[in-house]
């Protein structure tokens, strides 16, 4: 039982790392990808194991594209946005933020919040079209 904790522990630690270094949101088909170069043999069935643990324990956050799969990145990061490719289906993180806050609400009503969702092709899928 100690041995399979240890193995927890260290693919559990692989994928914090996998999150470390992202540079946009991952899916779990592309956590475990990253994951493997780290700890061979690791399965998919560990990486969804290991995101659910990582969001109660608030280490990342998911990011909700309407129409595609949940993605995941690190919590706490500055704000910003999101831009999703239409050919690739890869999303990528935006820096700043497009929204003035200067839209109208209804009388009495207060913004909390938002989410800015940018839709395109990445440079990657743009000639492939
Ligand atoms: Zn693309
Ligand atoms: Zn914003």
């Known amino acids: ?3 399979g904790v240890q ?22 088909e592309e956590i475990l990808e990253r994951a493997r170069v780290h700890v061979k043999g690791i399965g998919q069935a560990t990486v969804y194991r290991s995101i659910a643990g990582l969001l109660s324990d608030q280490f990342i956050v998911p990011v909700d594209i309407p129409g595609h799969p949940s993605r995941y990145e690190l919590a706490g990061l500055k704000h910003h946005h999101h831009f999703a490719c239409m050919g690739c289906g890869r999303v990528f ?11 109208d609400v209804p009388r009495g009503f207060t913004v909390t919040g938002h989410e800015v969702i940018l839709y395109g092709r990445c440079d990657h899928c743009q000639g492939a079209a």
């Open 7 to 28: 193995r927890n522990t260290k693919q559990r630690r692989a994928i914090q790392e996998v999150f470390r270094a992202a540079e946009r949101p991952l899916s779990p």
């Open 93 to 103: 993180e935006l820096e700043g933020c497009p929204y003035n806050g200067e839209t």
């Open 1 to 3: 039982m100690a041995a």
